[in-house]
């Protein structure tokens, strides 16, 4: 998402127009991410993708039936992989896919501003109905809001949801009914990014853990370099200080909590956490903000061994990004997966 981002922010300020495509429903491809993106410009050229080359290719064909006829800039776009296809695309089930083509400057550029710098944003687009059009409205995760729907439709309720989506830690979408048809609220959410602070083989592991998840990661050794790596890991960072040096974990760990960062979290025994926190505390570091603070960092797995950690680590970072508590399923209730269906109003 953010390769398409700064692609159609390139673009735009070339003067070249794009049309823009994203899943909005899915039969079947149980295995396929529901945050993908697609750039298609008037000359062809694609930015990202959707369902590998067949998507490419059919979404390319529709896109330039749309530049030609200059038909309504919104269109429903169904993609069907099966057979051979599904093995190429590197899925585990063959389906249907509904991809939704918009004008690319039908949307707020601050859609592409945020999404460009790795920041949760939202869309929503009235997809059915006397109103509907590619007009759009941007929602950003403190409930600020760009743009109009078509047809001047819209308000609070829907921004609420978009928000609600944001603050679920992760992309999804939702269809909301009202009596003039459907809004479309969509919500892209970046995975995390890992910055961490020390040495030896737990760095090694974690990073290992990390791609596993597809969660890139850059470390350092030194307080001095944290500023620079948040920036980097964008709204989505989690902090991971290993380090028990005291010149390094304690600036690392206050830069972290300054910035807000979603996940901070601290490697050490009760009493090296305790110690830790007086220093912080000495250093100006709020109680609120220390109770935001992850330690001692991880589930409580039972492992011992880097790679086991690590997989703690990830863990309850998955779980703080998704805003869910770490219990077996066992004891919860309810779908294993959020089911988000229609919303009516």
Known sequence: MQEVAEAIRKGAAAGRSALVGRVIDVTGFSTMPVDELIAIESDGSQHGEILGRPGAERLGVAAAEMFGSGASALQAVAVEIHGKEVEEVGLSCGGRAEVLLQAADAIPSHLWDLLANRAPAALITRIDGPGAGPSAVVVDRDGRSWGELSGGAGGVGLRDDAVA???????????????????????????????????????????AQGALLGWDTKATDTAGEVEGLLDWAGATAALIVLSHDPHVDAPALAIGLARRIPYVGAMGSRSTQSRRSDRLSADGVSTDDLARMHRPIGLDLGGRRAPEVALAIAAEILACHCGREARPLRDTTGPIHDRIGPVRR
């Open 165 to 207: 989506l944001l603050f679920g830690g992760r992309s999804a979408r939702r269809r909301v009914e009202d009596e003039q048809g459907v809004v479309l609220i969509e919500a892209w959410v970046p995975a995390p990014r890992l910055v961490v602070v020390g040495t030896g083989d737990m760095v090694g592991a974690v990073a």
